[in-house]
């Protein structure tokens, strides 16, 4: 089989592609080609079969027509810029978030005009299609109403892939990622940051902040289980979602105080005497508009699968990340 | 004030120009202008104020930014195209129904750009947002998972009225209307019709079709109660809202058995038996995947108003449409 994969030069997109090298395979196909995209050339990989890698800009007239002119039979589309930067370029957020989606749905539609064609696409939606007020745990049946331009295109480009996928032009599916943790690298401007950084840098000796309180409750999953999460897309019958084709992918909910005291049982005292507590009052008022729970039953009896506690995820960094070792 | 009505030369944007020319003001402000606006051009009105008449296709470029340089303080935005012709012309429907809206949402914003200019803008939005399965009532913040293209088109619009409103671009309010009974005029070829039909037919002494089953269950409004929501939402505090820009209308949930037991009390036997029924499979099976009952609890305590029966939809009809005269 072809896989592209459109973003893939970001974290997850090299994640998921390393995964897909290793397994050769998805759903029991042999992978024979992968195609690689993002707005800068990704880097290539050591693989079997073929490769290529293209430097594409979604949301540029005709880029989507040529990505999709190679019949690819499952479509990664992990392209996006992100909640911040769609916040400060209107313009531009909903140039790339939403019209570069609506490209490619509508290049696989007319591609699809031109001699059947129906791949798979495997959407990374957000929890930002969410915003506060909340109940305790967001259901399966909770609206979308957005507190960001980011989270706003994404819950469009949701409905944009079931109409496609019910008109039968693709067969889509959007998963709703958690806020990933660990998250891996150095640390970044994204006002979600902290919630990795103050185990990532203390696993490594270095001293990290955390600008709110530790009752903050949020939701995450590792970087490993967001790969198993589209890997699992790729390969589920879409049939078992009728046109539901969007799911909110299960994850851990977790307090800040939670995840300190999982950094102690797994890297001891001197780890969490790393943490400096420095309050932001900016990203105290954002925080306190995400989402902290979900129940996401849907996606759980589909056969998607999180991390149970912390210590799994700090586990699950120290083995993919630091070489199994902790310490500065 | 200047008002834009966008869709002006519709059955409701009709009734809606007269309703604002009776009244002559809207929140205690006078209506000092009107433009008229739609694909054909709308008859004009006698009015006090200016009125202006024109056809403009939204979804042409520039329409929308003709439309707005006139900067009206209330834009009423009905424009459409029906749910059927949105499912049989994908590119159509996309084209006049989300970028025609989109197009307008960024005139409004451009026009701002130049200097402050934030309008109210009354978007009539369609329970058609929603999909089966359906809780018994659909409650406040059930999700949005259309079945048709038309739904989808109004699901994304009111995503970007959210947006738009909440970055300060636009005052937006978007209505999801019921199902309109009894619609006035000639049996039309929506699906829908009939339930307009088997009342407003009879009531002329006219035969008609009544194609589905009487326990068929649905959600309805009068025209007048419909356009009172629009002049609600023009008056209302939008603030009360938060950046929850999107209410479901009240209305009556019916069943077409309890449509013609009021026919039957308020025009007689005579009226009921010239219904006839001639079961439809394809309508059947559409009217089961559409919303039978609303909790439309936020748009009543905001106060929105609809009919608590037939008996009154019916006697509204007979004012409205038949100088209060029953029979053929």
Redesign the interface.
Known sequence: MHILIIGAAGMIGRKLTSALVAAGQVGGKPIEKLTLADVIEPASVAFGGAVETLASDLSAPGAATRLVSGRPDLVFHLAAIVSGEAEAD?DKGYRINLDGTRYLLEAIRQEGLKQPYVPRLVFTSSIAVF?APFPDAIGD???????T?YG?QK??CE??L??YS??GFVDGIGIRLPTIAIRPGKPNAAASGFFSNILREPLVGQEAILPVSRDVRHWFASPRAAIGFLIHAAELDTTRLG??RNLSAPGLSATVGEEIEALRRVAGEKAVRLIREVPDQRIIGMVDGWPKNFAARRAESLGFKAEKNFDEIIRIHVEDELGGKIGG
């Open positions: 209107f915003g049946e909770f609206f979308n109403t957005p507190l331009s706003t819950a469009i409905l944009l079931s109409d019910r008109k046109w539901r």
